[in-house]
Protein backbone atom coordinates (compact mmCIF):
# COMPACT_ATOMS: atom_id res chain seq x y z
CA UNK A 1 0.00 0.00 0.00
CA UNK A 2 1.97 3.24 -1.26
CA UNK A 3 1.25 6.80 -1.70
CA UNK A 4 3.46 8.12 -4.19
CA UNK A 5 3.86 12.08 -5.09
CA UNK A 6 4.87 13.37 -8.56
CA UNK A 7 8.87 13.50 -9.36
CA UNK A 8 10.73 16.54 -10.32
CA UNK A 9 12.00 15.70 -13.72
CA UNK A 10 15.34 18.39 -15.72
CA UNK A 11 12.97 17.24 -18.65
CA UNK A 12 16.06 15.09 -20.72
CA UNK A 13 16.83 12.06 -19.38
CA UNK A 14 14.24 11.51 -16.73
CA UNK A 15 16.48 12.52 -13.56
CA UNK A 16 16.97 15.13 -10.95
CA UNK A 17 20.22 17.17 -10.74
CA UNK A 18 21.55 19.19 -7.53
CA UNK A 19 24.32 20.52 -9.66
CA UNK A 20 21.86 22.90 -11.62
CA UNK A 21 20.52 24.13 -8.24
CA UNK A 22 22.25 26.80 -6.24
CA UNK A 23 22.96 26.83 -2.78
CA UNK A 24 20.47 27.32 -0.46
CA UNK A 25 21.30 30.85 1.72
CA UNK A 26 21.67 29.60 5.40
CA UNK A 27 19.41 31.52 7.96
CA UNK A 28 20.40 33.31 11.23
CA UNK A 29 21.23 30.82 13.90
CA UNK A 30 18.73 32.35 16.18
CA UNK A 31 15.83 32.26 13.30
CA UNK A 32 16.76 28.47 13.61
CA UNK A 33 16.61 27.91 17.21
CA UNK A 34 12.79 29.75 17.26
CA UNK A 35 11.93 27.21 13.97
CA UNK A 36 12.76 24.20 16.05
CA UNK A 37 11.13 25.34 19.13
CA UNK A 38 8.18 25.96 17.13
CA UNK A 39 7.70 22.74 15.30
CA UNK A 40 8.44 20.67 18.55
CA UNK A 41 5.38 22.84 20.22
CA UNK A 42 3.40 22.39 17.26
CA UNK A 43 4.13 18.39 17.56
CA UNK A 44 3.01 18.31 21.14
CA UNK A 45 -0.09 19.71 20.29
CA UNK A 46 -0.78 15.62 18.63
CA UNK A 47 2.19 14.02 20.73
CA UNK A 48 1.64 14.44 24.03
CA UNK A 49 4.65 13.94 26.89
CA UNK A 50 7.50 12.87 24.24
CA UNK A 51 8.83 16.52 23.84
CA UNK A 52 12.06 14.70 24.57
CA UNK A 53 11.90 12.31 21.25
CA UNK A 54 10.01 15.13 19.05
CA UNK A 55 12.98 17.12 19.23
CA UNK A 56 14.99 14.62 18.41
CA UNK A 57 13.57 14.21 15.37
CA UNK A 58 13.72 17.51 14.44
CA UNK A 59 17.82 16.91 15.49
CA UNK A 60 17.68 14.50 12.52
CA UNK A 61 15.92 15.99 10.03
CA UNK A 62 17.89 19.62 10.32
CA UNK A 63 21.01 16.74 10.62
CA UNK A 64 20.37 15.46 7.15
CA UNK A 65 19.53 12.00 8.92
CA UNK A 66 17.12 9.00 8.98
CA UNK A 67 15.01 8.04 12.61
CA UNK A 68 13.91 4.62 13.60
CA UNK A 69 10.98 4.24 15.97
CA UNK A 70 11.24 0.95 17.64
CA UNK A 71 8.47 0.21 19.95
CA UNK A 72 4.74 -2.01 20.62
CA UNK A 73 1.73 -0.29 18.52
CA UNK A 74 -0.36 2.21 19.74
CA UNK A 75 1.99 4.80 21.30
CA UNK A 76 2.28 7.34 18.39
CA UNK A 77 5.09 6.27 16.15
CA UNK A 78 3.02 6.93 12.65
CA UNK A 79 1.43 9.68 14.41
CA UNK A 80 4.74 11.20 15.33
CA UNK A 81 5.95 11.39 11.92
CA UNK A 82 2.62 12.80 9.98
CA UNK A 83 2.63 15.02 12.67
CA UNK A 84 6.44 16.13 11.72
CA UNK A 85 5.72 16.65 7.99
CA UNK A 86 2.55 18.51 8.27
CA UNK A 87 4.05 21.36 10.76
CA UNK A 88 7.06 21.44 8.05
CA UNK A 89 4.36 21.55 5.06
CA UNK A 90 6.82 19.03 3.63
CA UNK A 91 5.57 16.34 0.65
CA UNK A 92 4.81 13.49 2.89
CA UNK A 93 4.44 9.49 1.30
CA UNK A 94 4.15 6.58 3.38
CA UNK A 95 4.55 2.74 2.56
CA UNK A 96 3.01 0.03 4.52
CA UNK A 97 5.53 -2.35 4.62
CA UNK A 98 4.39 -6.00 4.08
CA UNK A 99 5.58 -9.69 3.17
CA UNK A 100 4.85 -9.28 -0.04
CA UNK A 101 6.06 -5.89 -1.00
CA UNK A 102 8.24 -5.60 -3.27
CA UNK A 103 11.27 -3.46 -4.34
CA UNK A 104 9.77 -1.64 -7.22
CA UNK A 105 6.78 -0.64 -4.51
CA UNK A 106 8.86 1.33 -2.85
CA UNK A 107 11.28 2.94 -5.68
CA UNK A 108 8.84 2.75 -8.49
CA UNK A 109 8.65 1.28 -12.00
CA UNK A 110 8.93 1.50 -15.66
CA UNK A 111 5.75 1.09 -17.36
CA UNK A 112 5.18 0.92 -21.29
CA UNK A 113 3.14 3.70 -22.76
CA UNK A 114 0.53 2.22 -25.69
CA UNK A 115 0.26 5.91 -26.90
CA UNK A 116 3.69 7.09 -26.99
CA UNK A 117 5.52 3.47 -27.51
CA UNK A 118 8.11 4.18 -25.06
CA UNK A 119 8.71 3.06 -21.63
CA UNK A 120 7.76 5.86 -18.72
CA UNK A 121 8.66 5.82 -15.31
CA UNK A 122 6.15 5.94 -12.65
CA UNK A 123 7.80 6.97 -9.38
CA UNK A 124 7.33 5.29 -5.77
CA UNK A 125 6.61 7.11 -2.88
CA UNK A 126 9.82 7.50 -2.34
CA UNK A 127 9.94 10.65 -3.63
CA UNK A 128 9.10 12.16 -1.15
CA UNK A 129 10.16 14.87 1.23
CA UNK A 130 9.18 12.29 4.45
CA UNK A 131 8.99 9.17 4.02
CA UNK A 132 7.58 6.99 6.42
CA UNK A 133 8.73 3.31 6.54
CA UNK A 134 5.27 1.45 8.75
CA UNK A 135 6.36 -1.59 10.39
CA UNK A 136 9.71 -1.53 8.11
CA UNK A 137 10.57 -5.42 9.23
CA UNK A 138 7.62 -6.97 7.98
CA UNK A 139 8.84 -6.40 4.66
CA UNK A 140 11.72 -8.83 3.42
CA UNK A 141 15.16 -7.85 3.39
CA UNK A 142 15.38 -7.97 -0.48
CA UNK A 143 12.97 -4.91 -0.12
CA UNK A 144 14.23 -3.29 2.53
CA UNK A 145 17.63 -2.81 0.57
CA UNK A 146 15.49 -0.77 -1.94
CA UNK A 147 16.22 2.21 0.62
CA UNK A 148 19.89 1.80 0.95
CA UNK A 149 20.59 3.87 -2.02
CA UNK A 150 18.09 6.26 -0.89
CA UNK A 151 18.88 6.88 2.46
CA UNK A 152 22.75 7.29 1.93
CA UNK A 153 23.05 8.77 -1.15
CA UNK A 154 19.52 10.63 -2.03
CA UNK A 155 18.77 8.85 -5.19
CA UNK A 156 17.52 5.40 -6.33
CA UNK A 157 18.49 4.01 -10.01
CA UNK A 158 15.70 2.09 -11.87
CA UNK A 159 16.54 -0.29 -14.63
CA UNK A 160 19.77 1.94 -14.61
CA UNK A 161 18.50 5.47 -14.70
CA UNK A 162 19.48 6.97 -11.19
CA UNK A 163 17.36 9.47 -10.33
CA UNK A 164 17.82 12.10 -7.60
CA UNK A 165 15.16 12.76 -4.64
CA UNK A 166 13.96 15.91 -3.71
CA UNK A 167 15.15 18.28 -1.18
CA UNK A 168 14.83 17.70 2.17
CA UNK A 169 14.31 13.84 2.08
CA UNK A 170 14.36 11.84 5.30
CA UNK A 171 12.92 8.57 5.91
CA UNK A 172 11.00 8.03 9.60
CA UNK A 173 10.24 4.33 9.65
CA UNK A 174 8.44 2.05 12.44
CA UNK A 175 9.36 -1.20 13.68
CA UNK A 176 7.44 -3.59 15.40
CA UNK A 177 8.80 -4.53 18.32
CA UNK A 178 6.07 -7.27 19.59
CA UNK A 179 5.99 -10.06 16.56
CA UNK A 180 9.39 -11.17 15.78
CA UNK A 181 8.62 -14.58 14.44
CA UNK A 182 6.14 -12.36 11.78
CA UNK A 183 8.96 -9.81 11.02
CA UNK A 184 12.93 -9.95 9.67
CA UNK A 185 15.62 -8.61 11.16
CA UNK A 186 16.95 -5.38 9.65
CA UNK A 187 19.96 -6.12 7.62
CA UNK A 188 22.98 -4.19 9.70
CA UNK A 189 23.78 -2.11 6.73
CA UNK A 190 20.62 -0.56 6.75
CA UNK A 191 20.32 -0.19 10.38
CA UNK A 192 23.75 1.61 10.15
CA UNK A 193 22.25 4.18 7.70
CA UNK A 194 19.20 5.32 10.52
CA UNK A 195 20.93 8.57 12.11
CA UNK A 196 19.03 7.40 15.40
CA UNK A 197 16.78 5.03 17.01
CA UNK A 198 14.20 6.06 19.62
CA UNK A 199 11.51 4.90 21.84
CA UNK A 200 8.57 6.27 22.83
CA UNK A 201 7.14 4.27 25.47
CA UNK A 202 3.63 4.22 27.20
CA UNK A 203 2.66 7.61 28.55
CA UNK A 204 2.54 8.38 32.69
CA UNK A 205 -1.59 8.57 33.27
CA UNK A 206 -1.51 12.28 33.53
CA UNK A 207 -0.23 12.54 30.04
CA UNK A 208 -2.69 9.43 29.18
CA UNK A 209 -5.86 11.70 30.51
CA UNK A 210 -4.86 14.18 28.82
CA UNK A 211 -4.54 12.50 25.88
CA UNK A 212 -7.71 11.02 26.06
CA UNK A 213 -8.80 14.73 26.53
CA UNK A 214 -7.46 15.61 23.15
CA UNK A 215 -8.73 12.78 20.84
CA UNK A 216 -12.48 12.53 22.59
CA UNK A 217 -14.08 13.56 19.07
CA UNK A 218 -11.61 14.92 16.49
CA UNK A 219 -8.17 14.21 16.15
CA UNK A 220 -5.71 17.13 16.77
CA UNK A 221 -4.13 15.75 13.46
CA UNK A 222 -6.61 16.45 11.13
CA UNK A 223 -6.19 20.24 12.32
CA UNK A 224 -2.80 20.99 12.52
CA UNK A 225 -0.79 23.41 10.42
CA UNK A 226 2.34 24.01 9.36
CA UNK A 227 4.66 26.46 11.09
CA UNK A 228 7.13 26.70 8.25
CA UNK A 229 7.64 25.18 4.59
CA UNK A 230 10.18 23.31 2.68
CA UNK A 231 12.46 26.15 1.45
CA UNK A 232 13.05 27.22 5.36
CA UNK A 233 13.80 23.86 6.35
CA UNK A 234 16.43 23.57 3.61
CA UNK A 235 18.19 27.03 4.45
CA UNK A 236 17.95 25.98 8.06
CA UNK A 237 20.26 22.38 6.84
CA UNK A 238 22.37 24.96 5.93
CA UNK A 239 22.66 27.21 8.89
CA UNK A 240 23.27 23.08 10.61
CA UNK A 241 25.85 21.97 8.25
CA UNK A 242 28.40 25.47 8.82
CA UNK A 243 27.85 24.90 12.71
CA UNK A 244 31.76 24.39 13.61
CA UNK A 245 33.28 21.19 14.80
CA UNK A 246 36.19 22.36 16.61
CA UNK A 247 39.15 19.58 16.53
CA UNK A 248 39.16 19.23 20.32
CA UNK A 249 35.47 17.82 20.06
CA UNK A 250 36.04 15.54 16.95
CA UNK A 251 38.52 14.12 18.59
CA UNK A 252 36.61 13.23 21.30
CA UNK A 253 33.72 12.13 19.23
CA UNK A 254 36.55 9.80 17.75
CA UNK A 255 37.31 8.41 21.44
CA UNK A 256 33.51 7.61 22.10
CA UNK A 257 33.02 5.69 18.90
CA UNK A 258 36.64 3.52 19.46
CA UNK A 259 35.30 2.89 22.67
CA UNK A 260 32.25 0.68 21.55
CA UNK A 261 34.77 -1.16 18.82
CA UNK A 262 36.98 -2.31 21.98
CA UNK A 263 33.90 -3.57 23.50
CA UNK A 264 31.73 -5.02 21.16
CA UNK A 265 31.50 -8.07 18.88
CA UNK A 266 30.58 -4.85 16.05
CA UNK A 267 31.10 -1.32 17.12
CA UNK A 268 29.72 1.75 15.76
CA UNK A 269 30.80 2.42 12.15
CA UNK A 270 32.19 5.78 10.27
CA UNK A 271 29.12 6.58 9.36
CA UNK A 272 28.17 6.82 12.71
CA UNK A 273 30.72 8.82 13.84
CA UNK A 274 29.40 11.66 11.09
CA UNK A 275 26.13 11.40 12.20
CA UNK A 276 27.04 11.94 15.56
CA UNK A 277 28.73 15.42 14.72
CA UNK A 278 25.94 16.23 12.12
CA UNK A 279 23.39 15.73 15.34
CA UNK A 280 25.64 17.77 17.72
CA UNK A 281 25.92 20.43 15.31
CA UNK A 282 21.69 20.40 14.71
CA UNK A 283 21.78 20.16 18.77
CA UNK A 284 23.87 23.15 18.70
CA UNK A 285 22.04 25.78 16.93
CA UNK A 286 18.33 24.81 18.83
CA UNK A 287 20.91 25.79 21.90
CA UNK A 288 21.67 28.88 20.05
CA UNK A 289 25.35 28.34 19.16
CA UNK A 290 27.22 28.27 16.20
CA UNK A 291 29.70 25.51 17.47
CA UNK A 292 29.41 22.15 18.89
CA UNK A 293 30.07 21.75 22.65
CA UNK A 294 30.74 18.03 24.16
CA UNK A 295 27.65 18.22 25.90
CA UNK A 296 26.16 18.16 22.33
CA UNK A 297 27.87 14.91 21.57
CA UNK A 298 26.75 13.17 24.87
CA UNK A 299 22.90 14.35 24.33
CA UNK A 300 23.29 12.55 21.09
CA UNK A 301 25.39 9.68 21.30
CA UNK A 302 22.81 7.46 23.34
CA UNK A 303 20.52 7.79 20.36
CA UNK A 304 23.33 7.54 17.57
CA UNK A 305 25.17 5.01 18.44
CA UNK A 306 23.80 2.11 20.62
CA UNK A 307 21.64 0.37 17.22
CA UNK A 308 25.04 0.10 15.49
CA UNK A 309 26.51 -1.88 18.07
CA UNK A 310 26.16 -5.79 17.95
CA UNK A 311 27.64 -7.77 20.54
CA UNK A 312 27.58 -11.35 21.04
CA UNK A 313 27.14 -13.58 23.88
CA UNK A 314 24.63 -14.09 26.46
CA UNK A 315 26.87 -12.66 29.32
CA UNK A 316 27.96 -9.13 26.71
CA UNK A 317 26.77 -6.21 27.31
CA UNK A 318 24.01 -3.89 25.14
CA UNK A 319 24.49 -1.26 22.87
CA UNK A 320 23.09 0.98 25.41
CA UNK A 321 24.86 -0.39 28.42
CA UNK A 322 28.40 -0.05 25.88
CA UNK A 323 27.65 3.37 25.21
CA UNK A 324 26.84 4.51 29.23
CA UNK A 325 30.25 3.46 29.57
CA UNK A 326 31.60 5.01 26.91
CA UNK A 327 30.24 8.42 27.94
CA UNK A 328 31.24 7.83 31.76
CA UNK A 329 34.51 6.17 30.95
CA UNK A 330 36.05 8.40 27.84
CA UNK A 331 37.32 11.78 29.11
CA UNK A 332 36.52 14.69 27.40
CA UNK A 333 39.89 15.76 27.23
CA UNK A 334 42.64 13.50 25.84
CA UNK A 335 44.36 11.89 29.02
Known sequence: MTDAPEPVSDGTTGSTSRDSQSKPEPLPISTVSTLCTDVTDNVSRVIVGHDDAIEHVVVALLGRGHVLLDDVPGVGKTMLARSIATSVDCQFSRIQFTPDLLPSDVTGVNVFNQKSREFEFQPGPVFGNILLGDEINRAPPKTQS??????????????????????????IATQNAVDPDRTYELPF?????????????????DEEAELLGRTVGNHPIESLESVTDR??????????????????????????????RDHAHIGASPRATISLLRAAQARAVIDGREYVVPDDLQTEAPVVLSHRIETAGRNTKSGDEIVADALERVPVEPP
Do not use: C
Open 189 to 205: AERDRFMKKLRLGYPDP
Open 231 to 260: ETVVRARETVANVRVEEPVREYATRLVGYT
Open 146 to 171: ALLEAMEEKQVTVDGTTRSLPDPFTV
